[in-house]
């Protein structure tokens, strides 16, 4: 089992500040970091057009039954206010 200053060192070198490898911000790494980034995008698995638009299409469709709703309820209590306070 791993010593508590060996997890601390640890942790320390996963969050980048390992006062041996100095600064956290380094103009030299922006490359590494971008190629870094690069490589993650080519692991993501996009969806389908057909699932996409799909998915859109009901979100819409929920958008507009629940401002519907919503306008209806907001239309209703503000006339039944505006009734209570005459």
Same mark, same amino acid.
């Given at each position: 089992?791993?010593?508590?200053?060996?997890? #601390? =060192?640890?942790?320390?070198?996963?969050?980048?500040?390992?006062?041996? /490898?100095?600064? =956290? *911000?380094?103009?030299?790494?922006? !490359?590494?970091?971008?190629?870094?980034?690069?490589?993650? *995008? %080519? !692991?993501?698995?996009?969806? =389908? !057009? !057909? /699932?996409?638009?799909?998915?859109?299409?009901? +979100?819409?469709? #929920?958008?507009?039954? @629940?401002? *519907?709703?919503?306008? =209806?309820?907001? #239309?209703?209590? %503000?006339?039944? @206010? %505006?009734? +209570? #306070?005459?």
């Amino acid at each position: 089992m791993a010593s508590k200053e060996d997890r #601390l =060192a640890k942790s320390k070198k996963v969050a980048g500040n390992d006062p041996e /490898q100095g600064s =956290a *911000f380094r103009p030299g790494r922006i !490359k590494e970091f971008a190629n870094e980034v690069k490589n993650e *995008f %080519g !692991k993501i698995v996009w969806p =389908a !057009k !057909k /699932q996409t638009v799909g998915t859109t299409a009901v +979100v819409v469709v #929920l958008v507009m039954i @629940i401002s *519907f709703y919503l306008g =209806a309820v907001d #239309l209703l209590l %503000g006339k039944i @206010i %505006g009734y +209570v #306070l005459r």
